[in-house]
């Protein structure tokens, strides 16, 4: 029988638990044993819970305990996860997280680490909940180059843009329905402004080309500057308002970037609504792929999680086969990407905007703001002509 620890008994930590309590038979089938919990490391007591007599508040207890071979975290943010994480590999403990920063700032000294421990470094429920991306990268994948990494990979945003394109919805408002309802934190940032989808690309970007990729280097722009006319634009055009995280090797070179784009109808990404998540993989003999689920919430993301212990167990070896070295890749600035541009302007300054932009046809908006779509052109020459025309707002094309 495998022992288990658990470091964290919040959303994801009591989730986790739940799993391992609900599903032991078909746990033990899978791993050829039962896998039990025997410990939770967290601050707090929680009376009256199913981690009542398995609390405890000293790592040491998990670290210096030979029956636990396994060990959870779930606490979130590096400290004191990181410390933690390194102590328990070190004792020779496999650790299976969903600590996206974690993984992010440590994940490559940490495999490094499990590998010489012969020890697992698990991290699938760090990027898509419980989308399996991270395994298909390392198993499925393995034959081909792969060109492309992106999609939705924040379900908060897009369960925000959802309700503001299909129901007119204010941000502020759908932002508070979604604190109310679990789906957002009350501090958002992570999400609105961009970040957690770009610590989530950088660790996908480093999985598939095995070198480092420093999230800091992304260019990132979060959904908190979409303006009601982008919403209408999109809806008269037919198509919808996603953030999108994307990485992608161009004649040996790297770009990446985190914004909110426009995607007509005809792209698969218009249909992902509400807390979903989609993440599509170009690889250059399989082709276009994508992969959809629900990418956050207690269930989804423990069940990714609880598929690592498994696979933990039966001693699969997963943590050899990720490749991810030391080396950073470098990215490049965003100034010479070409793509068209969503634009709104004062309906005043049409005839100019069609001049500066290349654009032939325009949409009448409320307000007195007309929307146009611009010849494909560089970020650089786009910010130019932008200035010189003045604009309401714009978003990307993809």
Not at 132 to 151: F, K, M, Q, T, W
Not at 239 to 262: D, T
């Amino acid at each position: 029988m495998s022992k288990a620890a658990i470091m964290g008994y919040g959303t994801i930590g009591s989730g986790v638990l739940k799993v391992l309590m609900m599903n032991r038979e078909l746990i033990k089938r899978s791993a050829g044993d039962y896998i039990d919990a025997k410990y939770v490391l967290d601050l707090k007591d929680f009376p009256g819970t199913p981690a009542e007599k398995l609390i405890t508040h000293n790592i040491d207890d998990i670290v210096n305990d030979p029956e636990v071979d396994i060990v959870v975290e779930t606490m979130g943010g590096t400290n004191p996860a990181y410390p933690f994480v390194k102590k328990c590999i070190e004792a020779g403990k496999s650790v299976c997280t969903s600590n996206k920063e974690l993984v992010e700032k440590h994940g490559q000294e940490l495999l490094e680490l499990a590998k010489t421990k012969n020890v697992d470094f698990l991290f699938e429920a760090s990027c898509g909940g419980g989308i399996p991306v991270i395994r298909a990268l390392n198993c499925a994948y393995v034959a081909d180059e792969i060109e492309e990494i992106s999609g939705i990979l924040n379900g908060t945003t897009n369960f925000i843009l959802t309700k503001m394109l299909k129901e007119g919805a204010a941000y502020a408002d759908v932002l508070r329905e979604a604190q109310d309802m679990g789906i957002a934190e009350r501090n958002p940032e992570a999400d609105v402004e961009g970040h957690d989808p770009c610590r989530k690309i950088a660790i996908l970007s480093s999985v598939a080309y095995g070198k480092n990729v420093n999230f800091e280097s992304i260019y990132t722009e979060g959904i908190t500057g979409i303006t009601p006319y982008d919403m209408e634009f999109a809806k008269k055009r037919g198509g919808a308002i996603k953030l999108i995280a994307s990485f992608r090797e161009k004649e040996g070179k790297y770009y990446a970037m985190v914004s909110p784009f426009f995607v007509s109808e005809d792209n698969a990404l218009c249909a992902v609504n509400g807390a979903y998540n989609a993440i599509y993989i170009k690889g250059n003999a399989v082709g276009s792929t994508m992969l959809y689920g629900s990418g956050a919430g207690m269930m989804e993301t423990a069940s990714a999680v609880v598929a690592d212990v498994v696979n933990a167990a039966r001693g699969t070896g997963e943590t050899k086969r990720v490749v991810w070295l030391p080396e950073t890749l470098k990215i490049e600035g965003i100034d010479e990407d070409r793509r068209s541009f969503m634009v709104c302007v004062q309906s005043d300054k049409v005839a100019q905007a069609k001049e500066a932009f290349g654009a032939a046809e325009s949409v009448e908006l409320s307000g007195g703001v007309t929307g146009l779509i611009t010849k494909e052109m560089s970020e650089k020459d786009f910010k130019a002509a932008s200035d010189k025309v003045g604009i309401v707002s714009r978003i990307r094309v993809k």
